[in-house]
């Protein structure tokens, strides 16, 4: 997970703000690769899902299948109500991060990536000559011409042209599939007022409420409040940004940085039982630890997240922050940084132990508040020294032999579990030999 800080904005923005964001959202992107992958399947009602099981959560439905009300986080049953004959596909993770690579490829025969936001989006920056709408409708034509010709036909992606970039992705939900909307600044608010609050990426049901709080129930509303105003109503500055974008104005955007590494796992019926979900944990944060020692950083707070019972799993799709609110969570403090796998079970043993009774159907693991190898005093007794050097060494021999090279002995009924999530947010290292299967 990471995530992105933000400086002050320019105070010297000019009142006319020219394109200069040309965001990309790939249309239903995971479904969209199954069709390009296999033909028969094109044309017809697709779902992606993890577990094929009637009760597994769809992560993904093409427009055929949404044409029936199938959507992301549809149960598997109720998909196959909804739409009698829908092809139910298995997820292929490393076939969905190759793509991307691919379409990233094709993207920049054209113009430069600068920034991935996740494994369906990506913002390019136009070049001054490239900033007059018609020239810059026309690169994104020659985009989508780009990634149809050089990945795939099924790959189609809708395209928002736009000052800023919370007005291109704004831009992008407009018209889908296959969508190109520009948006000017001297246009605004016209082209926002027929939107909802929520039609707004970061505004969420929680921040609709509060804003309520503030009088603030329309984009009219929200577009006649000042920097103070919406300042106070969100708590932070990030109002401040909020009345500069909805203006076509930008903030200084600063490079992401990983703050936290973690997995979580929806647990198939053969698995939802103490001993299994315990096995399946460990492999969890063998899959953490090595991600994390392989970008380089320490952990100082480790948490566990367990679900039991009936909840819902269907919800616990491409954003599991509803599974988490409802489920149990533990959390330890790893003082001064830790990163060897041993140390980091011990801990995860006791909060595990901790846990309410009950038969686990959701478990995460996630190693928090992240520090750089150069900040972190280096252990000082022998076997903490020795710990650090084995999990190098399992690393390095994963590394020239495969995954699972070595493993603690807790996850044995548990290697082909967990063996690659859906990169929601970020977008897995496949020079990791454990990243995606």
């Not at 369906?120 to 690169?139: F, G, I, S």
């Not at 650090?388 to 290697?415: C, F, K, N, Q, W």
Request: glycine content about 8%; some cysteine.
């Amino acid at each position: 997970m990471t995530t992105a800080d933000e400086t002050p904005f320019d105070s010297a923005e000019p009142r006319h703000n020219p394109l200069r964001v040309l965001f990309l959202d790939l249309n239903s992107y995971f479904a969209s690769v199954e069709q390009q992958l296999e033909p028969s399947l094109r044309g017809k009602p697709v779902a992606v899902a993890p577990v094929m099981a009637d009760g597994g959560c769809c992560v993904a439905a093409s427009y055929e299948a949404k044409a029936f009300g199938v959507r992301t986080g549809t149960r598997v049953g109720e998909a196959k109500r909804l739409c009698p004959g829908i092809h139910i596909v298995k997820t292929r993770h490393r076939a969905y991060v190759e793509m991307h690579h691919k379409i990233i490829e094709a993207v920049e025969t054209c113009l430069p990536v600068e920034e991935v936001l996740s494994i369906d989006e990506m913002a390019c920056r136009l070049a001054r000559d490239e900033r007059d709408p018609a020239k810059a409708v026309e690169l994104a034509h020659r985009v989508k011409r780009a990634i149809a010709s050089r990945v795939g036909e099924c790959l189609r992606c809708s395209i928002g042209l736009a000052p800023n970039r919370v007005l291109g992705k704004l831009a992008t939900d407009m018209q889908k599939p296959d969508g190109l909307v520009v948006i000017e600044s001297g246009e605004l608010p016209g082209r926002l007022v027929h939107l909802k609050l929520q039609d707004f990426p970061g505004i969420g049901p929680r921040m609709v409420q509060r804003l309520r709080a503030f009088a603030i129930d329309t984009v009219e509303d929200l577009y006649a409040r000042n920097e103070e105003q919406l300042e106070r109503a969100w708590g932070s500055v990030l109002g401040r940004y909020w009345h500069r974008w909805l203006r076509g104005q930008e903030t200084v955007h600063r490079t992401s940085r990983t703050r936290s590494v973690g997995h979580q796992h929806v647990l198939p019926p053969e698995a939802r039982n103490p001993e299994a979900a315990w096995g399946i944990c460990v492999r969890l944060l063998h899959k953490a630890a090595a991600r994390m020692r392989h970008l380089g950083y320490y952990a100082q707070r480790l948490t566990l997240v367990v679900a039991c019972g009936r909840r819902r799993p269907s919800t616990w799709g491409p954003r599991s922050e509803e599974a988490e609110s409802r489920a149990w969570t533990g959390a330890a403090s790893l003082e001064g940084g830790k990163q060897d796998t041993l140390t980091l079970a011990s801990e995860l043993r006791a909060l595990w132990e901790k846990r309410p009774p009950g038969d686990p159907t959701f478990v995460g693991v996630t190693l928090h508040d992240l520090l750089p190898a150069a900040s972190v005093t280096l252990p000082l007794f022998k076997e903490e020294q020795q710990r650090e050097r084995l999990s190098r060494l399992i690393d390095e021999l994963d590394a020239s032999h495969g995954p699972l090279t070595v493993y603690t002995g807790a996850m044995h009924e548990a290697r082909k579990s967990a063996a690659g999530g859906i990169a929601f947010r970020s977008v897995p290292d496949l020079d990791l030999p454990d990243s995606v299967a």
